[in-house]
């Protein structure tokens, strides 16, 4: 069952275990001046990136969650007010890649969007991301590919 849990400070800490177990730091948070891998100093930015993204009322600029897996955090999902549209993010653990969670997600962040009543759903992805690729085309999004960037924009429908 995939299930999201609204990002708290619990679910924080459950967020940045999954990362540590399935995901590269580059992949879930920007980069930090520290040798490679999991260090006290990227576990620490990893908190204070979600932080000040989410959860503290004078900085936040995103709605996260995190993506449970039969109770077991996954991944995270995020969406991000840009003017009329929302912008999505989602990733995953490498276990949990490849499942067709990914999917499920994005339709979960879907009927959010609706719901708040953006008319665009946006998303970038990289070149190589063969299935977020087929993913957002699947959903019917126009793919726009500038070098390894890939953006994706599909309309909601009126308002």
Same mark, same amino acid.
């Given at each position: 069952m995939i299930r999201l849990t609204p990002l708290d400070e619990? =679910?924080?800490?459950r967020l940045l275990e999954a990362a540590v177990a399935g995901a590269d730091p580059l992949d879930v948070m920007p980069p930090v001046d520290?040798?490679?891998? %999991?260090t006290p100093a990227?576990? =620490? =930015?990893?908190? @204070?990136?979600?932080r000040a993204r989410s959860l503290a009322?004078?900085? @936040?600029?995103?709605?996260?969650w995190?993506?449970?897996v039969d109770g077991v955090a996954a991944g995270a999902a995020r969406l991000e007010p840009r003017g009329d549209a929302v912008? /999505?993010?989602? %990733?995953?653990?490498?276990? /949990?890649?490849?499942r067709g969670i990914g999917?499920?997600?994005?339709?979960?962040?879907? /009927?959010? /969007?609706?719901?708040s009543g953006a008319a665009r759903f946006v998303a970038s992805t990289t070149a190589g991301n063969h299935g977020a690729r087929a993913l957002l085309s699947g959903l019917g999004a126009d793919l726009v590919t500038e070098g390894d960037e890939v953006a994706a924009t599909l309309p909601l429908g009126p308002r």
């Open positions: 619990t =679910a924080l800490a520290d040798p490679p891998g %999991w990227r576990r =620490a =930015a990893f908190l @204070a990136f979600h009322p004078a900085t @936040a600029v995103e709605r996260t995190v993506i449970d912008e /999505a993010g989602i %990733w995953l653990s490498r276990d /949990a890649r490849g999917r499920q997600v994005t339709a979960l962040l879907l /009927a959010e /969007a609706r719901e």
